[in-house]
């Protein structure tokens, strides 16, 4: 069953100096699907999952999700949508400096109107999954790379969202924490969630049901 589909969508980046981002980019993701997103540095990667996000407005060409045209969808419908429906783990992260590990982690729980309580022992499980339980009350200046990486996936999976959108998730982390991040997405896609992964790591992709490689903002290959 269809998830989303991004139908030949361009995107350029800049004013005077144009770059064309994507160039024709069409992707079809079905439901519970665990697909892999490869390709060289500046190729597209991040883009995508940015409009898949909602985060970046495309240009041309046509977005699906659920058979919602996500074109002419904006404000509040956006953000809704954002908060209901996916997580993101960030390249960079994007933790909320003047948020404790435990704050930023807690940020979509209370968006969502959880109670306390629950919250709490939700935070402290996917800490406790991640290895991070020992730095829940740390500001994320004071984490390393791969600390700051960790904490950055429990806030995205911790509502459990329908779509996980994971931006080289494992590329701060050593293989035993790298494991463990997978295990975590392992969990969510036998429980039905859908994961897209970018990853410059074959080993990550090969956990995958599905590899596409871009290339100038193009699919370049798939298997
Ligand atoms: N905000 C921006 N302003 C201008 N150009 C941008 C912006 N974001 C991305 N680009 C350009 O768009 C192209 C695609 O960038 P993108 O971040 O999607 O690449 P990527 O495949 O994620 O690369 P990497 O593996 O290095 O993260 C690159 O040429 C990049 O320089
Ligand atoms: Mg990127």
Excluded: W
Aim: hydrophobic share 35%; charged share 25%.
């Amino acid at each position: 069953m269809e998830l989303l589909r991004l139908q030949k969508i361009t995107k350029t980046y800049g004013t005077k100096k144009k770059v064309r981002a994507l160039n024709g980019f069409d992707l079809t993701v079905n439901k519970n699907e665990m697909l892999a997103i490869m390709g060289r540095s500046g190729s597209g990667k991040s883009t995508v999952l940015n409009i898949i996000a909602g985060i970046d407005r495309l240009e041309g060409g046509k977005y699906y999700f659920e058979n919602t045209d996500m074109s002419t969808m904006t404000g509040d419908r956006m953000t809704r949508f954002r908060r209901d429906k996916i997580g993101v783990v960030f390249q960079h992260f994007a933790l909320i400096d003047e948020y404790t590990v435990y704050n930023n982690i807690a940020l979509p729980l209370k968006l969502s109107k959880c109670p306390d309580a629950k919250a709490d022992s939700m935070i402290r499980e996917a800490a406790g999954k991640l290895g991070i339980t020992s730095l829940l009350s740390k500001n994320p200046r004071e984490l390393s790379g791969g600390e700051a990486q960790r904490a950055a996936i429990a806030r995205a999976i911790i509502t459990e969202p329908k779509v996980i959108l994971a931006d080289e998730p494992t590329g701060a982390l050593d293989e035993e924490n790298g494991k463990k991040i997978m295990n975590v997405f392992h969990e969510l896609h036998k429980k039905g969630n859908t994961l897209i992964i970018v990853t410059h790591d074959p080993s990550v992709a090969a956990q995958c049901s599905r590899t596409i490689c871009i290339k100038d903002g193009k699919v370049c290959g798939t298997e």
